[in-house]
């Protein structure tokens, strides 16, 4: 119940939250779309090839005689699973790192944290072009969205950990410690709930690293280019030279719908971010912070 | 001087921690994973045609070679570092005799250029209009500013490279999209070399900036409208200090040490966003070379870039974290 009431709130006073919530709503309309499909995704010449936005053909096929709309859906729908995945994974190592480095302190906190720095600092993407191109055509959906969550967790990590190191020196940490919990059950038990919402706004956020991850590797033909991910639309777009040979449909509807899922997710982060700083949500609902 | 001396071994070490761990995953990457590069290779170079066994095993042979797979796991490891320190890759594949070193180092400047102008203007620019966006906070423009920087900012950057691209492409086409300088262009007139190089950084640097400035603004308002509601600032109001001087020496000065900070820690993502734009206008940096490198199959120019990349963002920030008492002198009574 008052998971609803939050939700009523966050839409009646914050605006940000309202457009975000409609635009990745849009977004997961059309993902869910995919399984109304009347064509399987890898089918090509279903449909005439190069046609333009029409009646029949609402977002125009592409040169493949794909039709652009469809091929959106299963598109958007890979996307956003791989996002959700990597996202779920990293949340799971951030989560580990974070509370045991911020409970634990001294030793336990200087090397995680280290190592942690050290993921934060290092640039990623050479990274994964260096694993790609060891793994070449063995380079699977289900492998790089580990790959992904293994590099990706540590700025969150570092967040987390800030919060746990708070939560130790309150009261009941003290009384958990002295009536014998275990180190275990007092992060998991007592310290979980209290990040777990900076983990949902987090969680906004690595998603839209991840796709971004993604979207540009599939782009530079880096990934398994014959799952479609809206990297992999563009790939294609841009392997047939959509551009210039005037067939703008392909590229364009693909962008913009990813910029909207983009927009509404980081819009949703930092209206969560808002919600749970209470001195911003004051001044929201008009009284003086 | 004490202090200072413990703060920088402290990241002298941070400093070889990164190093050493970001090496490492590159080992682990080209050495732990499931398939076998060299026959990859020799598969690939096969398909096409028959060749001779003899001819194979010798192809095996320099494969085998070239990825560092001789001797033992330790030897294999200890040879990878070495050929790390000295930093030897060897001579590049696709580019063969000319040494991967030497390549990097010719693409080098062009990112290191386009990275210095790019991520300078985003800082100042974002912070300046952040911080006034927190202490003026019903300045309309300031806010409709804020709107559109945050609408761009989540946007990865190779989306927004492209979309620059298709703009200033198709349909206003008014600026070079492509390279670094015009080709064969005359280089003995070196002001209008350099106007020409300036031109041709245009777009990679405002796609840049258009991504990263949103960020820098968005923590420099929500510092500076933390700042604001101090008692030290109050208490220079009422005291009659100019609101200008205010800003300056009592606001932004405060809010500058995050933002330091913030710029280490963001700088191996804003490095990876050059690489994408540098491949998306053709710019002729590390990022172009390594795109090439992959679709060239050229491991050694691989492998040499990754290390490259990774040694100098870390000494970057190791370099932002030793000016850093400039700012913030407290750091060194921690």
């Known amino acids: ?289 | 001087m004490r202090a200072y001396l413990a703060y920088l071994s402290k990241r002298l070490v941070q400093f070889a921690v990164v190093v050493f761990v970001g090496i490492n995953i590159t080992y682990l990457v080209t050495h732990m994973t499931p398939i076998n590069p060299v026959e990859q290779s020799i598969s690939a170079a096969t398909t096409y045609g028959a060749t001779s066994p003899e001819a194979i095993e010798m192809m095996r042979q320099s494969l085998r070679q070239l990825y560092g797979l001789e001797g033992t796991p330790w030897e294999q490891y200890v040879a990878f570092w070495k050929r790390v320190l000295v930093g030897d890759f060897g001579p590049s594949l696709s580019a063969f005799p000319t040494p991967v070193s030497q390549l990097i180092l010719r693409a080098l400047p062009w990112t290191v250029g386009l990275l210095l102008v790019s991520t300078l203007l985003t800082w100042i620019l974002g912070n300046l209009l952040g911080g006034l966006a927190g202490y003026y906070r019903n300045s309309r423009i300031l806010k409709a500013f804020g709107v559109l920087s945050m609408g761009i900012h989540p946007i990865p950057y190779y989306v927004v490279a492209f979309v620059l691209l298709i703009i200033f492409g198709f349909l206003w086409p008014v600026l070079p999209i492509s390279g670094g300088a015009t080709m064969a262009s005359d280089r003995s007139n070196t002001f209008a070399f350099a106007l020409d190089v300036v031109v041709h950084s245009i777009l990679p640097v405002l796609s840049l900036m258009a991504v990263g400035i949103g960020g820098w603004f968005m923590g420099m308002r929500a510092l500076v409208s933390n700042i604001v509601t101090e008692d030290y600032v109050v208490y220079a109001e009422l005291a009659g200090v100019k609101r200008g001087k205010i800003l300056r020496s009592y606001v932004m000065r405060n809010a500058l040490g995050p933002q330091v900070t913030g710029l280490a820690l963001q700088l191996g993502a804003i490095f990876n966003g050059a690489i994408i734009t540098e491949q998306v206008f053709g710019y002729p940096g590390v990022g172009s070379l390594l795109i090439s490198a992959v679709h060239a199959g050229d491991y050694s120019l691989v492998l040499g870039i990754t290390t490259v990349s990774i040694v100098a963002v870390s000494a970057t920030v190791l370099l932002i974290d030793l000016l850093y008492p400039l700012i913030d002198p407290r750091v060194e009574a921690r």
């Open chain 1, 1 to 289: 119940m008052s998971t609803l009431r939050i939700l009523r709130d966050l839409l009646r006073y914050n605006g940000e939250f309202a457009v975000g919530l409609m635009l990745v709503l849009i977004v997961l309309a059309v993902a869910g779309c995919s399984f109304f499909s009347p064509y399987p995704p890898m089918d090509v010449y279903v449909v005439p090839p190069d046609v333009p936005p029409s009646w029949e053909y609402p977002l125009g096929t592409t040169s493949r005689g794909q039709d652009v709309f469809w091929q959106l859906t299963f598109a958007i729908r890979n996307t956003l699973l791989f996002g959700i995945v990597v996202a779920a994974l990293s949340r799971v190592i951030s989560l580990l790192v974070g509370l045991i480095s911020g409970y634990k302190g001294g030793w336990v906190d200087r090397i995680l944290m280290s190592i942690n720095d050290t993921f934060v600092v290092v640039p990623l993407f050479p990274i994964l072009v260096l694993f790609y191109f060891i793994m070449r055509d063995e380079m699977t959906w289900a492998m790089l969205a580990i790959i992904t969550a293994l590099l990706g967790w540590a700025y969150d990590a570092r967040l987390i950990r800030s919060i746990a190191m708070s939560l130790r020196t309150r009261e009941f940490t003290r009384q958990a410690v002295f009536s014998g919990m275990s180190t275990g059950k007092i992060v998991f038990q007592e310290h979980l709930p209290f990040v777990l919402p900076i983990v949902f706004s987090t969680t906004m956020n690595n998603i839209n690293w991840s796709i971004g991850i993604e979207v540009t590797l599939s782009v530079l033909g880096f990934t398994d280019i014959n799952t479609p991910t809206i990297g992999g639309m563009i790939y294609w777009a841009n392997q047939h030279t959509a551009m210039v040979s005037g067939i703008w449909w392909w590229i364009t509807f693909p962008i913009l719908l990813v910029i909207m899922l983009f927009i509404g997710l980081f819009l949703l982060a930092i209206s969560m971010n808002e919600y749970i700083d209470p001195r911003s949500r004051l001044s929201r609902l008009g009284g003086q912070a």
